[in-house]
């Protein structure tokens, strides 16, 4: 909502909660830039009124709402998971909410899908794990240079704000203040969508760290036979030379205070040759480039804005 009230090409008609019996709520944040409320959820005023909805529902509202919309012909952008994954059953394993998967949906990493997020009527916004670490595996895999039998090992650590609104023991100040845990072993959803992109296994360990937000990756991978560190440099260097939202940063490893607040996916990685051994380092904000700024960012591209419009 912060980031749209203040875009230059939005003019936002409604906030509205996930449930038709919620009561008004003022949005204190943004006072004198935005005079709205977030009211109960009115589907009929959305398809009525809206050229572009987007959605940060939980998934199984999500599933309900876009469709209906869509068929409307209002543009959605859903921040849930409900959308993702391609394969029915995977679908249906991960995300059983979802009946209906509508005709002109993308996946919606900017980087790497532009012009099917162009052309979208709906645009599945990616998880902030996968939207890290695929950025960072993508341009390796898609030149060959990664060997594919042998998977991936992704490593993560996030803020608090990364396990969602409801509260929880595992979320509480004083048990995760002074402490890390990990979690989602082997059952973790983002999973689906990480394989599904890359097609090779993924192990990935997601760990709670003591921050209000954030994702730190450390990647591990192994190379294809005859792989050079500068072959590594180059598949990134040529993969994001022109983008506005992704920064190298080779052998100075990235941190997550030099993303925080902001739209980047700062990467860094150190090669093996020797033992065809890469470790890779991905940071993003996790309420950003891992949400509500790269659903702007898919906005503005399916809109034809300049990319960067609401994000500088």
């Not at 490593?155 to 704000?161: E, F, R, T, V």
Request: charged letters at 20%; one cysteine or more.
């Amino acid at each position: 909502m912060t980031l749209l009230a203040r875009h230059p090409n939005v003019r936002l008609v409604a906030a509205m909660s996930s449930s038709p019996d919620s009561a008004a709520r003022p949005l204190p944040r943004l006072v004198k830039v935005w005079d709205g409320k977030v009211e109960p959820l009115n589907t009929d005023r959305l398809a009525k009124e809206t050229d572009v909805t987007f959605l940060a529902v939980p998934e199984p509202a999500a599933a309900d709402l876009a469709p209906p919309l869509v068929e409307a012909g209002v543009r959605v952008i859903d921040l849930s998971g409900a959308f993702r994954i391609k394969d029915s059953s995977a679908r249906a394993k991960w995300y059983p909410g979802t009946k209906i998967m509508p005709d002109g949906a993308a996946y919606g990493l900017t980087e790497f899908f532009r012009d099917d997020v162009r052309d979208a009527r709906l645009v599945a916004n990616p998880g902030c794990y996968p939207t890290a670490a695929l950025l960072s595996l993508l341009p390796l895999s898609r030149a060959g240079l990664l060997d594919p039998g042998a998977g991936v090992i992704i490593d993560a650590k996030s803020g608090i704000s990364g396990a969602g609104r409801a509260p929880s023991d595992r979320t509480h100040f004083s048990e995760n203040h002074g402490s890390v845990s990990a979690y989602g072993v082997f059952g973790h959803r983002h999973v689906a969508e990480m394989e599904q992109e890359l097609a090779t296994a993924v192990t990935f360990v997601p760990h709670l760290v003591p921050l209000d937000r954030g994702i730190l990756e450390t990647i591990y991978a192994t190379l294809a036979a005859g792989t050079t560190a500068e072959q590594i440099a180059d598949a990134f260097e040529q993969t994001y030379r022109n983008e506005p939202f992704v920064r190298l940063v080779g052998e100075t490893l990235p941190e997550i205070k030099h993303v925080a607040y902001t739209n980047f996916c700062d990467i860094g990685w150190r090669v093996d040759a020797g033992t065809r051994r890469l470790v890779i380092v991905s940071c993003i904000d996790n309420l950003v480039k891992g949400a509500a700024g790269q659903a702007l960012q898919n906005f503005n591209v399916a809109c034809g804005i300049e990319e960067r419009t609401g994000l500088r």
